[in-house]
Nanobody
Framework: QLQLVESGGALVQPGGSLRLSCAAA????????VAWFRRAPGKECEGVSS????????KYVDSVKGRFTISRDNGKNTVYLQMNALKPEDTAIYYC????????????????????WGQGTQVTVSS
């Protein structure tokens, strides 16, 4: 069974840090571009960051540039999202998704490009 499992979500104070992990089971992530999306209460799903199969290409939404870093370890079949300087507006359920449809910089935040999705992990930024 093909699965993506997110972990690392938590309640954290503004200015704090978290590292989210996205682990694949049942298939190799090395052939997939991976993205993190988030859905905040009352808002639409938003692409946060994406990384190419080899890790050489990345993309970030403007609101997280300079604060979030996406990385991957294909040997561990895992993708990470390091989140620093967290703000209350980062509060959301974070989902990872994998796509075998190639890398198109302008289209990496289109949810329909992704074949596999995780169940999500809750990130809450609050004092």
């Amino acid at each position: 069974q093909l699965q993506l499992v997110e972990s690392g979500g938590a309640l954290v104070q503004p200015g704090g840090s978290l590292r989210l992990s996205c682990a694949a089971a049942g298939f190799s992530l090395s052939g997939y571009a991976v993205a993190w999306f988030r859905r905040a209460p009352g808002k639409e799903c938003e692409g946060v960051s994406s990384i190419s199969t080899g890790g050489g290409l990345t993309k970030y939404v403007d609101s997280v540039k300079g604060r979030f870093t996406i990385s991957r370890d294909n040997g561990k079949n895992t993708v990470y999202l390091q989140m620093n300087a967290l703000k209350p507006e980062d509060t959301a359920i974070y989902y990872c998704a994998a796509s075998d449809r190639g890398w198109y910089q302008s289209r990496q935040f289109e949810p329909e490009r992704y074949n596999h999705w995780g169940q999500g992990t809750q990130v809450t930024v609050s004092s």
